[in-house]
Every structure is written in structure tokens, then in C-alpha cells.
């Protein structure tokens, strides 16, 4: 949620500063804004919607200065327009801010300011930081060395808040220094030649910088056209080793696609490919056979697409390995955790490995597992597709999906491969228990058929789909259905329509229907049906037939099959082994709702509202 670039060296900084949001804006962007200092001046440029709009506006008033903050938003606290856009500066004009996270008691430090007769500009929680560190400036002012005099007031200002932040601040009075500070919310320092940086995620470094730092918790940066300090909480210099950062790791081109959402659906084939492997060779990956030995029970926590991919994994641990398991909203379990017992695996899914309700869970649950189980390794393992992210530095074991950077704010290639590691998962659990059962080498044999499978759905579907969005022109309501192992790719296949087209969409288990759902249908509503053969297909057309009984146009996701005069239009799937399907079947899902949302001329890629990393409650 909202991007952070800061950058301070030998070139200028608004471009630079660009190009890093340019990366980050798939973290957020109702509005965005830069503010870069210069001796006796500090220019700040700020503009509502998407960067385009700042882009436009610093072309006509361009603003100079080699030291420079840059911030894109998704708005937490007030509308997002200009005047709530960050930098926030304190009244003066002379101490600018970044922020990335919540600041909780912003209510209670405002009030205490206005006290004091501090004049707000905005409505956000953030403005409540230039305030504070303009007044440690003016305090410490003369009893402090002029050099360290920036770091110690940001350092005083930020003992004063309590939530989640990651912020960068420069000072019209030290043009030669910015400070950056990490709590809880993801922030790296980059070298680069001559040039100096801080942000909020990887890609905005890429190309820039060559080496990394990621901030721990409570840790500061001060950056100066020399080079980078780092301060741990109680003020002392820390050293670091940096990491080289491989820039074509974090490439951002969307080849010959129109949408970064389009090329990320295609390239879902290569992300099986290389998981196929691994999944028959996971229990090679060492610190995963430890935190799967002995396990009588899982638990997995995660939100939106990622619980889907958590409710997948969920019943392959229950119908491959006969391991009980329960799926958990991570936002709702924080607040009700259920009683821990005794061997259980908790499991955390994130692909961007940032999200704070997950990471919230996660932290309650390593407690109790500790409290628990105080003898053996903590049995809890977080799947994403960024080792790199907070989620990889709170527990213990990570299993990287390696699916490549998501652009597209819709995941997709993140959920075949989350997918994809419970399958991993659920082999290596089920051979362990039941040694190679007719049904684990099933689904090996037909997880090696997978990635040229996968290519053909792609290759057939993506027409197809285009041709069956023209009929969603006037569509309002959209109903999915699966049964099984399918019925989390229905939650899956309505949360996509719904995220990137704005079309009311629902996924149901398809017996429910008859229970309520079945009153919303008429012509108007089209049902989407997996019916992929298996224990419960018979059901699955039954269901299907009650739905066209109620006049919906029907379109069913399943082999071509004698029984597709039910179905108005068929988008087929090859024979597969039921519990390998969703993996396919996932395909038409994205590709629906992908060319729905470009028909209507929609932003596919930075869907309204949404951001790709929810870093907030
Ligand atoms: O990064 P995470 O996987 O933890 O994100 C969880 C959800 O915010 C995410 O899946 C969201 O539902 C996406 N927009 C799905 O397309």
C-alpha cells in the first residue's frame, strides 16, 4: 500500500524519482506526489490520480535539487486529492514526508499539536509527522552537532508514534541529507553510483542500484550524497552487509501484451513447468522436511486470492494425505484465534509476503506455537513469491512459488503457483503417510502433463474468451459455481471479475444454489459452472440444469462431454485428474474476467480502489 522512493547523490532527483514510482505504482495511485530540496528552497509537486497527472504537472513547473522524497498513494486517511497527496510538509514548508503504513494515534498527536497551535493542511494521519519533527528541530536546535541534528529530531518524533510506518524526511535547512526510518512496513536502502536510495520495494531500485539493504523494525537510514548510515532504535550505528540486486530479476515489460495481466495469465505455463519439478522433488528442500515432519493438522491464514489458493491446498491435505484442515481469514482470526492443539502446522500465504492482517496472524501464532510446543522447531511455513518480503523475515521456513514479479494488480500467475506448492506439499505429506497410493501417483502422472496442458488451455482460450466478453457488455451480476476442489476456483473466478471489471460477481458451492442464490436468476444472469468429471460431476450438471431451468445463460468450464446441451457455450478443459483441475480450470476464470474488464476500456492492470500489497488493516 502506497509506494516510497527517496533518492540523494550526484543527479538530479525528480526523474529518478519518477522512474521508482513509475515501479511502485502498482502499490497504490489515487494520487501522487515528489518534493526535492535545494539550497534555501524546497520544491514540492503533488497532483490527484494517477502519476501521469504529477508527471504532466512537473513538466510545465519542473522542480531541481539532486536530494528528493517521492510518494504514490492509496488512500487510508482522507479523499484522495492533491492536498492529502504526500509529501505532507509542516507549516513552515521546510520539513517534508513520505509515509507508508498507519499511524494510529494520529488523532490524539493532532489534538496535542493544535494544542500547541499547529495549523493542519490535510486530512491524513501522516501530516502529524512534520509537525513533530519540525518541533524536536526547533528543540534541539544549538544543543546538538548541525549534522546529527535531522536524524535525532526524526528519531524524537517517531518515539512519539504508534502503528505501522515506513517514512523518508528532508529539511530544507541539511539539502545534503535525507532520513528514512522502517517500523513494520517495508523499506530498503539502495547503493548506487554516486547515488543514494530508499523505497518501498524492490523494482523501484532495479536498474539503480546494485546493492541492497532491507531496514529492520525500529532501524534509520541517514543518506548523504557520500553514502548510507544505519542507526539501530536506541540511536547506535549498525553495519550491514548489502546484497547485489540482479536488476532483470525485477523486469517490468510487458512484451508484445496489451496488459501486464495478460502476459502474467501466459506465462503461467512456464511457472508450472518449473514447479512441476519441484514437486516431485520437494522433499529434497530440507528446512520443509523439517517443519512437515510429524504434523496431525493443519491450519493455513491468508486473504483474498491467496485464501483461495489456501482453500485448494486445504483439501488436498484432507483428500491426498487425510490430514484435518482449516482455512482462516487471516483479518478475522487475528481476533479469535481458535485453540491451538498440539502438532499443528500453521501455514501463512501471501504472494507479495506484506500483508498485515497475514503477517499479524502469523506473529499471534508463533507465539502460541512457542507457548505450545516449547521443544520442537516452530511448525510454521509462509508461502509467497517474495522471499524477500516481511513475511520472510517472521517465520522460520519459506517455500518461494519463484512465479516472477506480479505486475497486475489481479494475482494470477501468484495463484497457479501458490496452488502449485500445496500440491508440493500434500505429496511430500501423503507419501510420507500412505507411501506412493494409487492416488498420489495419479496426480504425479498428471502434474507432469500439466505445463503442455496448460500452454494448450492458454492457446485455445484466450480467443475464445475475448468472443464470449462481448456478451458482458450490459452484464451486471455474474454467478460462478464448482463443486470440491473447483469451488474455491468459483470464489476465485468471481473475486477476478469482480476486482478488475466492477461486475457484482458470486461463487457458490454449487448445491448451495438451490439453498438462496437460485432467486437472483433470470436471462440477465449468466452462470459460470465447473464441471470437471469426478465423484461429484453428475451433481454438477444437475446443479447446472436447475440454474437453466431459471432461463441463465449458461456457460460451463469441463470437457467436452456428451452432456453439453446443457451448457450455452463450452470452454473446454482436457481429461484431467479431478484433483489436479484447478489448475486449469483456473484458466478461463482469469481469461473471462481479463477480457471482460479490456472490453469495457478498463484499467486491467491498476484496478480501481485496489492495490497490489495491503500493508494496512
Ligand atoms: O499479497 P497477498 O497474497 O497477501 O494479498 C492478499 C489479497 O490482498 C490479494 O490476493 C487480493 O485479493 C488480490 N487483489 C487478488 O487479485
Known amino acids: 500500500m502506497c509506494g516510497i522512493v527517496a533518492t540523494i547523490g ?22 501522487a506526489g515528489l518534493a526535492t530540496v535545494t539550497p534555501g528552497q524546497l520544491h514540492c509537486c503533488k497532483a490527484e490520480g494517477k502519476l501521469v497527472h504529477l508527471r504532466e504537472k512537473l513538466e510545465k513547473t519542473p522542480v531541481s535539487g539532486c536530494c528528493g522524497i517521492g510518494h504514490t498513494r492509496w488512500a487510508t486517511h482522507g479523499k484522495p486529492d492533491a492536498r492529502n497527496a504526500h509529501p505532507q510538509l509542516d507549516e513552515a514548508g521546510s520539513v517534508a514526508v513520505v509515509q507508508n503504513g498507519i499511524i494510529e494515534n494520529h488523532r490524539h498527536l493532532r489534538q496535542h499539536l493544535e494544542q500547541r497551535g499547529v495549523h493542519f493542511g490535510s486530512d491524513t494521519d501522516t501530516e502529524v509527522i512534520p509537525h513533530l519533527v519540525a518541533q524536536a528541530l526547533a528543540d534541539l536546535r544549538g544543543t546538538v552537532s548541525p549534522t546529527d541534528l535531522l536524524r535525532l529530531a526524526v528519531a524524537q518524533a517517531v518515539q512519539q508514534l504508534e502503528g505501522a510506518y515506513a517514512l523518508a524526511v528532508i529539511w530544507l535547512d ?5 532520513v528514512a526510518v522502517r517500523y513494520r512496513a517495508p523499506l530498503l536502502v539502495g547503493l548506487g553510483e554516486g547515488q543514494f536510495f530508499c523505497a518501498s520495494d524492490t523494482p523501484a531500485l532495479a536498474g539503480v542500484a546494485s546493492s541492497i539493504v532491507s531496514l529492520e523494525d525500529g532501524e534509520m537510514a541517514r543518506l548523504t550524497p557520500l553514502g548510507v548510515e544505519l542507526f539501530d532504535q536506541s540511536g547506535q550505528r549498525t553495519q550491514r552487509t548489502p546484497h547485489p540486486l540482479r536488476g532483470d530479476d525485477y523486469t517490468t515489460d510487458k512484451r508484445q501484451f496489451r496488459h501486464f495481466m495478460l502476459k502474467e495469465i501466459h506465462e503461467q505455463a512456464d511457472v508450472a513447468a518449473a514447479w512441476v519439478e519441484r514437486c516431485l522433488a520437494l522433499p529434497a528442500e530440507d528446512s520443509l522436511t523439517t517443519v512437515l515432519q510429524d504434523v496431525q493438522r493443519v491450519q493455513l491464514l491468508a486473504c483474498g486470492t491467496s485464501r483461495h489458493a489456501a482453500l485448494v491446498g486445504a483439501h488436498l491435505f484432507e483428500q491426498l494425505a487425510g490430514i484435518p484442515s482449516s482455512v482462516h ?49 516452530l511448525r510454521l ?217 479490456a472490453h469495457r476500456g478498463l484499467d486491467v492492470d491498476q484496478p480501481r480502489n485496489l492495490a497490489k500489497s495491503v500493508t494496512v488493516e
Request: aromatic share 6%.
Open 10 to 31: 550526484s543527479r538530479e532527483a525528480a526523474p529518478l524519482l519518477l522512474q521508482g514510482l513509475q515501479r511502485l505504482e502498482y502499490r497504490g495511485y489515487d494520487s
Open 174 to 178: 541539511q539539502p545534503e541529507e535525507l
Open 329 to 377: 481469514y487471516a483479518s478475522e482470526f487475528r481476533y479469535a484465534p481458535p485453540p491451538l492443539l498440539p502438532r499443528t502446522l500453521t501455514i501463512g500465504v501471501t504472494q507479495s509476503g506484506e500483508t498485515a492482517d497475514t503477517l499479524a496472524a502469523l506473529t499471534i501464532e508463533m507465539e502460541r506455537h512457542r507457548a505450545l510446543e516449547p521443544d520442537v522447531p
Open 381 to 597: 511455513l509462509g508461502i509467497t513469491n517474495r522471499s524477500d518480503s516481511s513475511l520472510g523475515r517472521l517465520v522460520p521456513h519459506i517455500l518461494d512459488i519463484r512465479a516472477g514479479v506480479e505486475i497486475g494488480v489481479a494475482a494470477t500467475k501468484t495463484f497457479l503457483g501458490q496452488m502449485l506448492a500445496f500440491y508440493a506439499i500434500a505429496l511430500h505429506l501423503a507419501s510420507q503417510r500412505h507411501g506412493a497410493s494409487a492416488q498420489v501417483t495419479a496426480c504425479r502422472q498428471a502434474l507432469a502433463q500439466l505445463p503442455e496442458q496448460l500452454s494448450q488451455v492458454l492457446h485455445a482460450m484466450d480467443r475464445r474468451c475475448a468472443d464470449l466478453a462481448h456478451g458482458f457488455a450490459e452484464t451486471r451480476d455474474v454467478i460462478y459455481l464448482g463443486r470440491g476442489i473447483n469451488y474455491p476456483i468459483a470464489l476465485e473466478g468471481a473475486l477476478k471479475l469482480k476486482e478488475i471489471s466492477y461486475i457484482h460477481a458470486e461463487g457458490y458451492p454449487a448445491g448451495e444454489m438451490k439453498h438462496g442464490p437460485i432467486a437472483l436468476l433470470d436471462q440477465h444472469v449468466p452462470v459460470v459452472s465447473i464441471a470437471m468429471p469426478g465423484p461429484v460431476f453428475e451433481k454438477v450438471l444437475s446443479n447446472a440444469q436447475e440454474a437453466k431451468a431459471r432461463d441463465a445463460h449458461l456457460i460451463g468450464i469441463g470437457p467436452v462431454c456428451a452432456d453439453t446441451e446443457i451448457f450455452d457455450v463450452v470452454l473446454p478443459i482436457p481429461p484431467v485428474h479431478e484433483l489436479v483441475s484447478p489448475l486449469l480450470t483456473v484458466v478461463p476464470m482469469q481469461l473471462l474476467a481479463y477480457h471482460v474488464a
